[in-house]
């Protein structure tokens, strides 16, 4: 859904933007404020993991022919 703000080259760099895994620095901090910093590592593992799938998929959908 486009709210005719911005252009829909914009809205296909945010949505990329979006994709990827979740950063490292979430294990770091939940190691800081001593919550789970195992679960935050595993969150991050499985985030890589599906990333690896869902990035191209979402490429080539976006990418025109």
Known sequence: LFLNF???DFHK??????IP????NVVAIASLLKS???KAAVAVIISTVVSIFT???MVAY???N
């Open 13 to 18: 760099v945010l949505f990329l933007f979006a």
């Open 62 to 64: 976006l990418m025109p």
């Open 6 to 8: 911005l252009n829909s």
């Open 55 to 57: 990035i191209p998929v």
């Open 36 to 38: 789970n910093p195992e």
């Open 21 to 24: 895994p979740m950063a490292g």
